[in-house]
């Protein structure tokens, strides 16, 4: 008997500490659950869209491929309708092959060629290829949209290598921004 009320003893002792740790995962739990709760109601309410721009192994960020949807863009302080192709960059999908008798002109920049704050129908890019349209003698045109938000001269030659020639384009523009184009290619240069 001596033997039991001792082991009955010892078992009490040890419940607190096992009822703490008990009450403790209990309360991270609880605590875990408002977070996660709180983050989702967050994203639901907020104006604030999906992160668009990936990581690319190759020319190192593109826009969410096949993206399309109605976003609130921060810079415009409004939402616009964004539609991203096939390949990550602004604007629809484009056939590899260029009409036989047409023009292509590739357009390779950062935000300011990809103008994901403006609707599509309104970027430069888009004005540049209905201004060249209606230029006679009518052949068709072309004008493809290679900007990415916040990309470098160097990102951008990379983008020409690795996708934009692949398209064949009659003409290459390089949209260059002097404020930031060139310090976006080192840290030295940007300070």
Do not use: M
């Not at 703490?20 to 869209?49: K, N």
């Not at 003698?137 to 990309?151: I, K, T, Y």
């Amino acid at each position: 008997r001596g033997l039991a009320e001792v082991t009955k003893v010892a078992r009490a002792v040890r419940r607190p500490g096992r009822h703490r740790v008990a009450i403790l995962g209990l309360a991270a739990l609880g605590i875990a659950t408002a977070l996660l709760l709180s983050e989702g109601l967050v994203r639901l309410v907020s104006p604030i869209g999906p992160a668009l721009l990936v990581t690319d192994p190759v020319v190192g960020k593109r826009f969410t491929p096949g993206f399309r949807g109605r976003v609130f863009v921060d810079e415009a302080g409004r939402e616009v309708d964004l539609r991203i192709n096939a390949d990550g960059f602004p604007g629809p999908d484009w056939p590899k092959l260029k009409p036989s008798s047409g023009r292509r002109i590739a357009v390779i920049g950062d935000s300011i060629t990809a103008a994901v704050a403006t609707e599509e129908d309104r970027r430069f890019v888009a004005l540049l290829e209905d201004a060249l349209a209606a230029v006679p003698p009518g052949r068709p045109v072309e004008v493809l949209n290679f900007g990415v938000s916040s990309a470098s001269t160097g990102s951008e030659l990379v983008t020409w290598r690795a996708v934009a020639s692949g398209y064949a384009p009659d003409v290459v523009l390089l949209a260059f921004f002097t404020g930031n184009d060139l310090g976006d290619n080192s840290v030295r240069l940007t300070r």
